[in-house]
């Protein structure tokens, strides 16, 4: 789900700059993003077995973690099977997702809201953060240009990092973006351009030599940071329960996902060779794909099987520890009667449930479920329901045993930032009842 505002320049800072409105064409998708018409295939870049032969290698060998970091209340949060583990107890995400933290701590008169944001979901027993630890290109960039950071980005950064540890809140940080908002792949195409690279569409970003190791440069800038407040380096941090590659990817030139699984198994490779202690996950919205022809009349619609992800597929790379799926039924069904949202959300989990269960071996990871207020037909109380179907389809599935993750909401905001409001923010001081449906949810897992 891409955020509305683009993204300080810190050495030269560069004004706002305007979004064009986002098409409406592809309603199924997360909310505002385009559908993006599709370029001619292309061919398909392949992982070597050397390649996962060390990274095999790599995972079975500790790093030394700084003091406290693998002991006592605060350990890394690790995976077994299809479960998570921390400090020697199971552990579930209880969740949410505010991706502009990074952005408003680079700006002191902005940087309380991230604080308040941490408090309010703390409060409400919440214990895990989704947020962008990226910002490609534009206003407020950490990514000036490829192999180039802004130091005071980044020390926005180590403040989210160490403010979330001072609320007892796990971060799960996604590194790049399929849609514009914030750069993306169509920023690393467009920063290929500008070098004199013959690039064609922003797909390219899955294949292209180059502009892989832009990608790689940052990912090692962002895993190796020493964090200037902590003096913790990231991927020491048990603050950070994950890395997520790419929110939400999709490479609509090649439908077969030939291309965006090897870009997945080189990057997940790449990713464990720096840190094979965090977890890892994809960013995927939970597609089914051409591997898995029986399953895909799970997906909302046809369309949604031809943009180059494959659910099973996908998480079958090596490296990858959680099974990463998205839940938008208001804008995938639009047309579709509240009944047969809740319906669909059941159906829904439950495929993928029994999917990352029995076939994957790896807990499931709802990254992103909303309803917004602003598509019209769906008001709070079908926003509730919404919710309580995603609890408790969880929970039922969880309790028994079969599976481990959790689910983070799409979205909290605290107060004075109303005007960052997609639709789909949660504003506790205007939904007490939304936010005792989160604190009940809280207690349903401590129970």
């Not at 790049?176 to 970003?205: I, M, P, S």
């Not at 107060?415 to 949810?441: I, Q």
Request: glycine share 8%; proline share 6%; net charge negative.
């Amino acid at each position: 789900m891409p955020p509305l505002g683009r993204a300080l320049t810190g050495l030269t800072v560069a004004g706002p700059t305007c979004h064009p409105p986002m098409e409406s064409a592809w309603e199924w998708n997360s909310p505002t993003c385009p559908r993006l018409a599709a370029p001619p295939l292309r061919a398909t870049p392949r992982v070597s077995l050397l390649r996962c032969v060390l990274l095999a290698a790599s995972c079975c060998i500790p790093r030394a973690m700084p003091p406290g970091a693998g002991e006592g209340e605060w350990a890394a949060v690790e995976r077994r099977g299809p479960h998570l583990w921390a400090s020697g107890r199971p552990f579930v995400v209880h969740g949410f997702n505010t991706y502009w933290l990074m952005y408003f701590a680079a700006d002191p008169a902005t940087r309380p809201a991230v604080t308040a944001a941490l408090a309010d979901a703390a409060r409400a027993g919440l214990n895990v953060c989704r947020t962008w630890a990226f910002n490609d290109g534009g206003y407020r960039a950490l990514q000036l240009k490829p192999f180039a950071y802004d130091e005071e980005v980044f020390q926005a950064l180590d403040f989210v990092i160490s403010e979330a540890r001072n609320h007892k809140m796990r971060l799960i940080l996604s590194l790049c973006n399929n849609w514009e908002d914030y750069g993306g792949k169509a920023q690393y195409v467009r920063w290929g351009k500008d070098a004199g690279l013959d690039l064609t569409f922003d797909d390219t970003f899955f294949s292209d030599a180059t502009i892989k190791s832009y990608y790689k440069a940052f990912v090692k800038a962002v895993l190796t940071r020493k964090n200037t407040i902590t003096n913790v380096a990231y991927m020491d941090d048990p603050t950070i329960l994950a890395w997520e590659l790419i929110n939400e990817p999709h490479c609509h030139s090649d439908p077969s996902g030939n291309t965006l699984q090897a870009w997945i198994e080189e990057m997940a490779s790449y990713v464990k060779s720096i840190d094979p202690v965090h977890l890892l996950e994809i960013g995927v919205e939970g597609f089914y794909g051409p591997s898995t022809p029986e399953l895909l009349h799970v997906n909302p619609d046809a369309y949604s099987g031809t943009i180059g992800t494959d659910f099973i597929r996908n998480h079958r790379a090596l490296g990858i520890d959680l099974a990463s799926v998205h839940i938008y039924s208001d804008n995938w069904l639009p047309h579709s009667e509240e009944d047969s949202h809740l319906q669909f959300v059941k159906t829904w989990m439950q495929q993928h449930i029994d999917d990352a269960a029995n076939l994957l071996g790896m807990p499931i990871l709802i990254g992103e479920f909303g309803v917004s207020l602003k598509r019209g037909k769906f008001g709070h109380k079908f926003r509730e329901a919404f919710m309580e179907t995603v609890y408790s389809t969880f929970l039922s599935f969880w309790k028994s045993g079969v599976i481990g993750g959790g689910c983070l909401v799409w979205q909290l905001f605290p107060e004075s930032t109303e005007h960052m409001d997609d639709g789909y923010a949660v504003f506790f001081s205007k939904s007490p009842s939304t936010l005792k449906l989160l604190t009940d949810h809280s207690r349903s897992l401590e129970s």
